[in-house]
């Protein structure tokens, strides 16, 4: 399957007679292969652009995914160490994305927004630490995207030589079964879910794993269901996500300006319209968020 379009037909190498041995090989392997192939293609790098902490992370998470998703048929010596070096990956890149999306965001903001409220010293400050953040991401990277690159090579050589006992199961009969127990939780959660920024994260979290499941076993269900909720999932992703740059802005804000407010406050520097800004998006996120998930709960029940 492609990650564009999820729910095409099985790859040749994948249909309904493929045993479930084979059928995983053949996705971890492609997962394992595409964030190598990024690491070794920009290990040397002395910058780290946005798209690129961007696309190592997305190659990370859909490793991460395959992994989980996996991690009951497959050896776990085989697995678990690619899982935690990639969350380690992950977690360098996470703090530096947080930064890009929340100087881009300020910036758009900056050039909508009249003089008398833009919020130019607040720009400066998130460039600062977001290059703080480069330098620590680059030095992690130059240290460590070699290493992580040979060993991901590793476990695709394992995966290759490894020789399951037959199962009982194909990987097709296998893949509705677990689709479905992962439907089956998604449905479970959408419908006890509280608002706070740590419940909203932890959903998203399982959207993504739904929606990445999809991606790689979707032909499981019918194309009729499963790319309606593909799209919803994506929509809800989208959305979650907004709210949780929206939660990282506001608190940012407010430490900054309460780190400055003695010199800056007092001689009328610092403005606070981008947090008002961010606040009135965060509300209407939520509420579309509402919209969204009582559209969806019912979705998923048809």
């Known amino acids: 399957m492609t990650i564009n379009q999820p729910n095409?037909?099985?790859?040749?190498?994948?249909?309904?007679?493929?045993?479930?041995?084979?059928?995983?090989?053949?996705?971890?392997?492609?997962?394992?292969?595409?964030?190598?192939?990024?690491?070794?293609?920009?290990n040397k790098t002395n910058t780290l652009s946005p798209n690129l902490v961007h696309k190592t992370r997305v190659k990370s998470r859909r490793l991460i995914s395959a992994i989980?998703?996996?991690?009951?048929?497959?050896?776990?010596?085989?697995?678990?160490?690619?899982?935690?070096?990639?969350?380690?990956?992950?977690?360098?890149?996470?703090?530096?994305?947080n930064w890009d999306v929340f100087y881009n965001t300020c910036n758009i903001y900056n050039n909508e927004s009249t003089l008398?409220?833009?919020?130019?010293?607040?720009?400066?400050v998130i460039w600062a630490n977001r290059n703080r953040f480069e330098k620590k991401a680059i030095?992690?990277?130059?240290?460590?995207?070699?290493?992580?690159?040979?060993?991901?090579?590793?476990?695709?050589?394992?995966?290759?030589?490894?020789?399951?006992?037959?199962?009982?199961?194909?990987?097709?009969?296998?893949?509705?079964?677990?689709?479905?127990?992962?439907?089956?939780?998604f449905k479970n959660s959408i419908k006890t879910i509280a608002y706070s920024k740590e419940e909203l994260h932890a959903f998203r979290l399982k959207i993504k794993f739904l929606r990445y499941g999809l991606e790689i076993i979707g032909d499981a269900i019918p194309i009729e269901k499963s790319q309606v909720l593909y799209e919803a999932l994506k929509t809800g992703q989208a959305i979650l996500g907004t709210i949780n740059d929206l939660y990282f802005h506001i608190e940012q804000i407010t430490l900054?300006?309460?780190?400055?407010?003695?010199?800056?406050?007092?001689?009328?520097?610092?403005?606070?319209?981008?947090?008002?800004?961010?606040?009135?998006?965060?509300?209407?996120?939520?509420?579309?968020?509402?919209?969204?998930?009582?559209?969806t709960t019912h979705l998923i029940e048809i």
């Open 8 to 42: 095409t037909t099985w790859q040749p190498e994948i249909n309904q007679e493929t045993s479930l041995s084979d059928g995983y090989k053949k996705i971890l392997i492609k997962r394992l292969q595409s964030l190598e192939k990024v690491l070794r293609k920009q």
């Open 68 to 97: 989980k998703l996996f991690k009951q048929v497959v050896s776990k010596k085989i697995l678990i160490k690619p899982l935690v070096r990639t969350k380690n990956l992950m977690n360098h890149f996470g703090p530096m994305r």
């Open 116 to 124: 008398e409220n833009k919020d130019l010293f607040l720009q400066g």
């Open 139 to 185: 030095i992690f990277f130059r240290a460590k995207a070699d290493k992580l690159a040979s060993r991901l090579l590793k476990t695709i050589s394992k995966l290759f030589t490894t020789d399951n006992e037959p199962a009982s199961i194909s990987f097709y009969e296998w893949s509705k079964l677990s689709l479905m127990k992962i439907v089956d939780d």
């Open 256 to 295: 900054i300006q309460t780190s400055v407010k003695n010199q800056l406050f007092e001689d009328g520097l610092m403005k606070n319209s981008f947090l008002k800004h961010c606040q009135q998006l965060l509300e209407i996120n939520i509420n579309l968020f509402r919209n969204w998930q009582a559209t």
